[in-house]
C-alpha cells in the first residue's frame, strides 16, 4: 500500500485550490445541463410532448398568513429558484472583485474589456437584422455567455491549454454575467411600483446595517433576502435581481482573523490534551461530555474562520449546478424539433440575428475589444496565453445557452413565436460555437501543455 494505511489517503490529502474545485463542479455542471437539455428535446419531441409543457404550466400557489403568490411551475423556477441562480453569480462576482482576477485593475481590464466587446457586437448584429419592433426587444438575447457550458467545454481541453486560459475565460464569463444582470435590470422592466421599489430600498438597507453591524448568522439575511424577492417581485423589476442584490450584502469578513483562529486553536488543543490525560482509563459520562464539548467548540471556531459568503458559496454552489440549472433547462428548452418548420424557421431575422451575434459577434467582440485592451497598454495576455488562445475562447463565448434563455423570456414574453424563433436561434448557435470552438483550440495548440495544473492525472 506503498506505506499508507488507505490506499486513497495521498489522493484525499491533496491540496485542491478553491478555483480548481470550481472549475470541476463547472465542468460536471456542464455534463449534467447538456444531458438534462437533450432529454428535454426528447421528450418535448416525443407523443408526451404535449402533456410536459403543459406541466410546466400547472399554477401553484403559496400562502403566507393573508399574503398569496401565485404562479405558474414555469414561473416559479424562472423567477423563483433562478434568484439561487443569480445569488451565486452575485457572490462569484464578489468574489472575483474582492481577491480574484477582477480584484486588480491591470488583471481585470482584458476580460472586462472582452466582456463588453462580446456584448456590443452581437447586440449591434441582432439589431441590424432587427430594426423594429417587436422582434428588436430581442437584443439582448446574443449578449449572455453560458459560464457553465463554455468553461465546461474548455476544461475538456485543460492538457492541452495554459492554465491562465482558463482564468481568463472565468473571469470574462462572470464580468458578461454582471452585464446581462444590468441589461436586464435596466431594459427589460415593463413598469415600475414605486410601493414596492421604496419596500425594496428599505429592506437593502436593513441588509446593509446587519452587515456594517457585524450580524454574521445567515437566519436574518435568508428572511430579508425572501422579502427582497417578494418586493421585486411586486415592484415590476426582474425578481432574481434580488439574488446579486442580496450577494452583495452577505458579510465578505469572517468573526475570527486568522491569528485569533490559531490562538483558540492552540487553547483547544490544550484543553483537548488535558482532558484526554484526565479520562485516562476512564469513560465515564462526565468526561465524554467534556470531550464532546471541547469538539463542539471547535467545530464552531472552525465555521467563524469563514466568511458568511464562502460559507453560503459553497453551500449553494452544486443546489444551483446540480439543481437549479438544470432544471431552468427543462423548463425553457422543450422545444419540438419535429413541429417547428426548422427551413422556414431558421430564415426568420430574429434567429438569424441571434445566430450570427452569438457566433460571430462573440467571435469578433470579444477577440478584438481583447486585443484593443493590449494594444492600448490597458491589459496584457496572461502568462503563455497566446492570441491563437483568446481567439479560440472567443468562439466559445458564443455559447449563451442559459443566461439567453432567460432573457429571451423576457424580451419575448407578449409573443411566444418570436420566442421560439430565439430558442432555436440560441440552440444552433451555442452548438457551432461550442464545435468551433472545441477543434480551433485542439488543432491550435502545438502541443500538450504538461504544466497546466489541470491534466489527467
Known amino acids: 500500500m506503498n506505506g499508507h494505511k488507505y490506499p486513497l489517503e495521498p489522493l484525499l490529502g491533496k491540496i485542491i485550490s478553491p478555483f480548481e474545485r ?38 401553484f400557489r403559496v400562502e403566507i398568513g393573508l399574503y398569496t403568490v401565485g404562479m405558474s411551475i414555469h414561473a416559479w423556477v424562472n423567477e423563483g429558484l433562478m434568484a439561487l441562480f443569480f445569488l451565486l453569480v452575485g457572490l462569484e462576482l464578489k468574489r472575483e472583485i474582492m481577491v480574484g482576477e477582477l480584484a486588480s485593475l491591470r488583471n481585470a481590464a482584458l476580460p472586462v474589456a472582452g466582456a463588453i466587446g462580446g456584448m456590443l457586437a452581437p447586440a449591434a448584429i441582432y439589431i441590424l437584422f432587427n430594426p423594429s419592433a417587436p422582434a428588436r426587444m430581442g437584443w439582448g438575447v446574443p449578449i449572455a455567455t453560458d459560464i457553465a457550458f463554455a468553461v465546461g467545454i474548455l476544461v475538456l481541453l485543460a492538457w492541452r491549454i495554459p492554465r491562465g486560459l482558463i482564468i481568463f475565460l472565468t473571469a470574462l464569463a ?19 411600483n ?23 448568522h445567515p437566519l436574518p439575511y435568508a428572511v430579508l433576502g425572501v422579502l427582497l424577492w417578494l418586493a421585486l417581485l411586486k415592484s415590476g423589476i ?29 487553547e483547544m488543543r490544550d ?5 484526554a490525560a484526565n479520562m485516562e482509563g476512564s469513560n465515564g459520562p462526565l468526561s465524554i461530555a467534556r470531550m464532546n464539548t471541547i469538539a463542539e467548540a471547535l467545530e464552531k471556531a472552525s465555521s467563524s474562520v469563514q466568511s458568511p459568503q464562502q460559507r453560503m458559496e459553497h453551500l449553494l454552489a452544486p443546489w444551483v449546478t446540480f439543481g437549479v440549472i438544470p432544471l431552468f433547462a427543462m423548463a425553457n428548452a422543450g422545444l419540438d424539433i419535429l413541429a417547428i418548420p426548422i427551413k422556414e424557421v431558421i430564415m426568420q431575422p430574429v434567429t438569424i440575428g441571434i445566430v450570427l451575434g452569438l457566433v460571430l459577434g462573440k467571435f469578433f467582440g470579444i477577440s478584438g475589444f481583447a486585443w484593443l485592451a493590449v494594444k492600448l497598454g490597458f491589459a496584457k495576455l496572461p502568462s503563455g496565453v497566446k492570441w491563437r488562445h483568446i481567439m479560440g475562447v472567443s468562439w466559445l ?9 432567460f432573457i429571451g423570456q423576457l424580451a419575448f414574453a407578449d409573443t411566444p413565436s418570436l420566442f421560439e424563433e430565439a430558442r432555436l436561434g440560441i440552440i444552433i448557435a451555442s452548438t ?6 472545441l477543434s480551433w483550440l485542439y488543432l491550435s495548440a502545438k502541443k500538450p501543455f504538461v504544466n497546466s495544473g489541470l491534466q489527467p492525472s
Not at 462572470?174 to 415600475?192: M, P, Q
Not at 457551432?432 to 470552438?437: D, E, P, Q, R
Open 174 to 192: 462572470i464580468a458578461d454575467d454582471l452585464g446581462a444582470v444590468l441589461v436586464i435590470a435596466i431594459f427589460y422592466t415593463k413598469s415600475i
Open 271 to 275: 484543553a483537548f490534551h488535558s482532558a
Open 397 to 405: 463565448g458564443g455559447i449563451g445557452f442559459t443566461m439567453s434563455l
Open 194 to 216: 414605486t410601493v414596492f421599489l421604496a419596500a425594496t430600498a428599505t429592506i437593502l438597507g436593513m441588509l446593509t446595517i446587519c452587515n456594517r453591524g457585524g450580524i454574521r
Open 432 to 437: 457551432i460555437s461550442a464545435f468551433i470552438g
Open 238 to 266: 426582474h425578481a432574481t435581481i434580488s439574488g446579486v442584490l442580496l450577494a452583495f450584502t452577505i458579510p465578505a469578513l469572517p468573526i475570527y482573523t486568522p491569528l485569533q483562529f490559531d490562538k483558540q486553536l492552540a
Open 22 to 59: 470550481f472549475l470541476r463542479q463547472t465542468t460536471a455542471g456542464g455534463i449534467v445541463l447538456m444531458a438534462m437539455t437533450l432529454l428535454t428535446f426528447a421528450v418535448a419531441s416525443s407523443p408526451w410532448g404535449e402533456a410536459w409543457r403543459h406541466l410546466w404550466e400547472t399554477p
